[in-house]
């Protein structure tokens, strides 16, 4: 018999409001046995139904909750929510492969631990969960038979799997794949690495901030920093950049991003340095290098909460950095795509870094992750990404 989990009055409230996950502690009660992987049943402290949840209890959070009515996750409930999240995707925000899209997005379609996206012909599944993860096969056959890609590709290669008692996976399931695939976001040209690349291969969550940062940099000298395969960097020079430098530690990725710039004809005002970012942002601001529009976009430096003062410092610096770096009516794109950094604290981090630079700045506007990684209300973990786009009023 199915296994149900009767939680407590903390996780009861949390829940009702919209978050799915259950963590160990906040489980009351249990009846039946709890096998891991499977599906139980969710109930309030006075047993009215909840949802149903896939359960582990090898993981710090015990259950994920996928639906709040009482079908099972099988065949048919897969393949209805991946044809629903396929569905918003083209249809209310008018997205498809040729430029990149993600199709599922875990608990925000009600899928947790799924990640399912797609470059050109290439499709990439990410399996988080160890529930997903028995189902590898199933979820395989359903995508194939609605999308039809012809390379399938599996990215399950994520330290978030070692919390689910699951080793990573990389693995090429479907055709065959030479290297990176070429997708065009809005006219401009990019290389994604489905095999090699980080996450599934590119950025796709910032699609939309690429997108704003394009109008924004004409005539402007523009600094990329954390620059990775050139996205910012390459949509600057695409939207009439004087120069465009771009900075990063990977010689693999500035590779692509020197690549990306040659296949979008702007490779003549794209400078990409090898080097140290926080280093070499010190040595900038010795030089006395200004620039018009900078880009901060570096990696989740909170990881989890433990690292969070450590990345408190690490924010604060290369942001201090920036500002030193500023050119008059100069703009500052700063983000940040760990959950762990919330806006609150991440403004105070950016509040702190202008009080230190003598410096008063006025806010341009805040922005997210791209709208096929959709945010569920009443979980804050899904939107990790946070964008502060500023500008000094003193010069």
């Not at 990573?168 to 070429?182: D, S």
């Amino acid at each position: 018999m199915m296994a149900t989990l009767i939680l407590n009055p903390e996780a009861e409230a949390r829940v009702r409001a919209g978050h799915p996950w259950i963590m160990r502690h906040e489980v009351a009660k249990t009846r039946g046995q709890v096998r891991d992987g499977d599906v139980v049943a969710v109930e309030g402290r006075k047993g009215d139904h909840l949802g149903m949840a896939t359960v582990n209890t090898r993981s710090r959070i015990l259950a994920r909750i996928y639906t709040r009515d009482d079908r099972p996750l099988d065949r048919d409930f897969l393949a209805d929510r991946i044809r629903a999240a396929i569905a918003y995707r083209r249809q209310v925000l008018g997205l498809g492969p040729e430029g990149g899209v993600r199709w599922v997005f875990s608990e925000s379609d009600g899928l947790p631990g799924l990640i399912v996206d797609q470059y050109g012909p290439c499709l990439v599944i990410q399996l988080l969960t160890l529930a997903m993860d028995q189902r590898r096969q199933v979820l395989l056959e359903i995508l194939d038979g609605i999308l039809s890609p012809a390379i399938v590709v599996e990215r399950s290669d994520v330290p978030a799997r070692q919390a689910e008692g699951l080793e990573e996976v990389r693995q090429l399931w479907k055709g065959e794949l030479a290297g990176p695939v070429e997708i065009d976001e809005c006219g401009v040209r990019y290389l994604a690495d489905p095999l090699g690349g980080q996450k599934t291969g590119f950025f796709l969550d910032q699609r939309e901030n690429r997108m704003l940062v394009r109008p924004l940099s004409a005539g402007r000298r523009v600094l990329d920093a954390f620059c990775y395969t050139g996205g910012f960097a390459v949509a600057a020079a695409v939207g009439g950049a004087t120069e465009v430098v771009g900075i990063d530690s990977s010689s693999a990725a500035l590779k692509l991003a020197r690549e990306n710039a040659r296949r979008n004809r702007v490779a003549e005002r794209c400078v990409f340095l090898e080097a140290d970012v926080f280093d070499q942002l010190r040595q900038m601001e010795k030089s006395g290098e200004r620039f018009g529009l900078i880009v901060l976009d570096p990696p989740a430096f909170a990881k989890s909460k433990r690292n969070l003062e450590g990345a408190y410092r690490g924010y604060k610096e290369i942001n201090l950095r920036a500002l030193r770096l500023l050119a008059p009516g100069g703009v500052l794109v700063t983000c940040t795509c760990s959950h762990h950094m919330t806006e609150e604290l991440f403004h105070e981090m950016l509040r702190d870094a202008a009080r230190d630079c003598a410096v008063r700045l006025r806010l341009l506007r805040k922005t997210t992750q791209a709208s096929d990684h959709p945010i569920l209300l009443g979980m804050p973990e899904s939107q990790y990404l946070k964008c502060f786009w500023v500008t000094p009023l003193d010069e």
